[in-house]
């Protein structure tokens, strides 16, 4: 799998937006772009994915670079519930669906 | 809908003893996966099953770790015998299918096992 490169901690205040980066310059024609996040004390939890055009779902939206290699996930209002390490993923669609999780960003979220 | 059921929760064993984790996956849900993770790190895969079968267990270590997915619904991954360094959380995950890049993976809520 290609490597991912996320910064290891961020700060933000809540109701504020929050813009967590990913790096991904060896990323492959058929890798998907997967985001999931891990609160404390709980397994990963899927928030969003995206191949080439961004994407929105009702968490999250996914802006990703016109040629790949970055994306960043975007919360719109930070809260506190969302205070967790957020782990950005390269998928093959090739190649099944193993995940291979580097070490995420964690956001701290303050009130 | 019901999420991915696992138990127990906690355990603590001591080295040499062996443990065993049981998993139930979402209904219809055709992937299972048990991974490892240790404090600070992101999770790891141990083993992948499609239905009943065995997609990779590149990252499984054969010589104490086990695990089945009898009639391709339940699973069991099983630590036998057990050494200080399996102390981690093992969470199993599954999906509508394995052969996908798009499709997501649900959690369980994990088992942390602690070895004295």
């Known amino acids: 799998d290609a490597k991912t490169t996320q910064p290891n901690s961020m700060e933000s205040n809540e109701e504020e937006p929050v813009h967590l980066p990913c790096n991904h310059s060896?990323?492959?024609?058929?890798?998907?772009i997967h985001w999931y996040r891990q609160l404390p004390s709980q397994g990963p939890e899927y928030v969003i994915h995206?191949?080439?055009s961004n994407v929105n779902n009702r968490m999250a939206s996914l802006a990703i670079a016109e040629d790949r290699k970055s994306s960043t996930l975007i919360l719109h209002r930070a809260t506190l519930r969302d205070a967790a390490v957020y782990y950005c993923?390269?998928?093959?669609?090739?190649?099944?669906?193993?995940?291979?999780f580097g070490g995420g960003t964690r956001l701290m979220v303050k009130p | 809908e019901a999420g991915v059921a696992q138990s127990p929760r906690y355990k603590i064993i001591e080295k040499r003893q062996s443990v065993a984790f049981w998993c139930n996956p979402i209904?219809?849900?055709?992937?299972l996966y048990w991974y490892q993770q240790i404090l600070g790190q992101g999770p790891k895969l141990l083993i992948q099953?499609?239905?009943?079968?065995?997609?990779?267990d590149s990252q499984l270590p054969k010589d104490r770790f086990s695990a089945e997915r009898l009639k391709g619904v339940d699973s069991t991954l099983k630590i036998q015998p057990a050494k200080l360094e399996d102390s981690a959380v093992y969470l199993c995950?599954?999906?509508?299918?394995?052969?996908?890049?798009?499709?997501?993976?649900?959690f369980g809520p994990g088992t942390r096992l602690t070895v004295l």
């Open positions: 995206g191949l080439t």
């Open positions: 099953f499609q239905n009943n079968g065995v997609v990779d």
């Open positions: 995950a599954s999906s509508l299918t394995g052969t996908s890049g798009g499709a997501s993976q649900y």
């Open positions: 993923i390269l998928r093959d669609y090739n190649a099944g669906n193993m995940l291979t």
């Open positions: 209904s219809g849900h055709a992937t």
């Open positions: 060896t990323i492959s024609g058929t890798d998907y």
